[in-house]
């Protein structure tokens, strides 16, 4: 008989991949995925423990589940409740004090294992709490995706991360750099593209550290196995993130060059404009190298289009460090970045500082003095769009009837009206509005025949 599964993802892209993989390992015992959790017989939150903000929204949320688990309960039914992702593994003991009607907890490295998990907790064995960083990979023990994952699917291919930023909690709750093997993850984008997707985004935590077993016996990089990738049929786009400066080699930046299927886009954080700050983080770079690596980006990709993350307020940043950060974007120029307030996170070394902590109306201000740049950048970014034909991959029916939404190359959401389904459908947009968020223009002549074709 079929059960019930909700899912719910916080965080980054990784954790939405994991909980695809999380449904595929569920599937064969009877699990099918539902898009609320009321009467579920299993609700995971898959969770985000970067930000504070982030890691409380799971107690929030456990107390909404509850009800429901309470609810099921008094009908004679029950549901396992379970906490998984990066806030399981850096305080499962916590979730379970903190809500003992938690039944299973298990960290990003464990979930292979769902299957025994949820045995015991249907069995009322006990809580099961599983946070162990396993020595063998997950990826050895899970099952072939079951389904489709859409136009645009992600691949996982690095796990992990050796950088140590100050800031970061990734590295104890991801734990070291792991690179899976090329050959399963070709056999995987096969997959992916056989079952009807035509963009592929590569993921990691530190994407461009990629080093994995080649089939040639030799260890390839990012840029090697994004130009195996690049060969497969029916594969029309290739992305990566997320990007470490240090890590952006030679090898890569050239396939940005001579890949057409690599987009023109580009997510590399820098965190700060400031090299003391920068130090202090152990970034490990300074703002020069950063400078350089764009620019050599830009050498061989003239167009390419740039997105950061920052942080602002990190301790004992003063507001001529800040002023650094401010002039680091004007001199880039950014497509879309994304930005936040250093937000102390336990066990980290810069949250254990005892000096320079910033106030947050402070914090505050440079976020907002800085989101106001970021903005006018992006809203320039898309306006210099208007009139230029950009090729759309579209992914998605809009919410009016007849719209149909896709992405640009440079990753900027396209929307089209008046059109039939295109969903899979890559075709030219003319751009005629630009938002801050988005763009809208019309199908080129031809383009909507090919799409009924397709
Ligand atoms: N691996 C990626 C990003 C990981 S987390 C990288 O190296 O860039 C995503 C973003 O969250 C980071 O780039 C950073 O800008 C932000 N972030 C991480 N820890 C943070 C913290 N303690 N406070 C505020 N923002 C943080
Ligand atoms: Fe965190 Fe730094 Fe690693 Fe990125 S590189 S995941 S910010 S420690
Ligand atoms: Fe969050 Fe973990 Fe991703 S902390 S950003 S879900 S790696």
Redesign the pocket.
């Known amino acids: 008989m079929s059960k019930k599964l909700f899912i719910k993802t916080y965080g980054?892209q990784m954790n939405v991949y994991d909980s695809a993989r999380m449904a595929d390992v569920l599937a064969p015992l009877g699990y099918t995925q539902a898009p609320a959790p009321d009467g579920a017989d299993m609700v995971i939150l898959n969770t985000c423990h970067?930000?504070e903000k982030a890691a409380e929204k799971v107690y929030s949320e456990l107390g909404r589940i509850r009800a429901l688990k309470q609810e099921k309960q008094a009908g004679g039914g029950d549901m396992v409740i379970a906490v998984a992702g990066c806030v399981a593994q850096a305080e499962g003991a916590e979730i379970m004090r903190r809500a003992p009607y938690v039944d299973v907890v298990f960290g990003p490295q464990a979930y292979h294992r769902l299957p025994e998990m949820v045995a015991r907790a249907t069995r009322h064995q006990g809580d099961v709490l599983d946070t162990e960083f396993p020595v063998e990979s997950k990826f050895d023990h899970l099952p072939e995706e079951m389904g489709a994952r859409g136009v645009s699917a992600f691949l996982t291919v690095q796990e992990g991360?050796d950088?140590f930023c100050t800031?970061?909690v990734?590295p104890y709750t991801r734990g070291a750099e792991f690179s899976r093997p090329a050959a399963d993850i070709v056999a995987e984008a096969r997959r992916l593209v056989d079952a009807g997707s035509r963009e592929i985004i590569l993921l990691g935590?530190?994407v461009n550290a990629y080093h994995g077993d080649g089939p040639d016996g030799g260890t390839w990089s990012l840029g090697r196995l994004i130009r195996e990738l690049a060969e497969i049929d029916g594969l029309e786009r290739l992305r990566y993130t997320?990007s470490?400066p240090l890590e952006m080699t030679d090898d890569l930046i050239a396939a940005h060059g001579d890949v057409p299927a690599l987009m023109p886009f580009l997510h590399l954080?820098v965190?700060s404009g400031s090299d003391r700050v920068l130090e202090a983080m152990n970034r490990r770079h300074r703002r020069d190298d950063y400078f350089r690596v764009i620019d050599k980006l830009r050498a061989a990709r003239p167009d390419i289009a740039l997105s950061g993350?920052?942080?602002v307020g990190f301790p004992d940043e003063s507001d001529a460090d800040f002023e650094r950060t401010l002039d680091l974007v004007r001199r880039v120029g950014y497509a879309q970045a994304y930005s936040?307030?250093?937000?102390p996170?336990p066990g980290t070394p810069a949250a254990a500082l005892q000096y320079g902590q910033i106030a947050e109306p402070v914090k505050a201000e440079r976020l907002l003095a800085l989101q106001v740049l970021l903005n006018e950048q992006q809203l320039a970014f898309n306006q210099a769009c208007i009139g230029r034909d950009l090729a759309v991959l579209f992914d998605r029916d809009g919410r009016e009837a007849g719209q149909a939404i896709g992405r640009s190359p440079y990753m900027q959401s396209v929307h089209v009206n008046d059109c039939d389904t295109m969903i899979g459908v890559l075709a030219d947009v003319r751009i005629e509005r630009a938002l801050a968020n988005s763009l809208a223009g019309r199908l080129m002549d031809g383009a909507e025949a090919s799409a009924h074709a397709a």
Do not use: E, G, M
């Open positions: 980054c970067i930000r991360c950088k800031f970061c990734v935590q530190n997320t470490h954080p965190q993350d920052f942080i936040f307030k250093y937000s996170r």
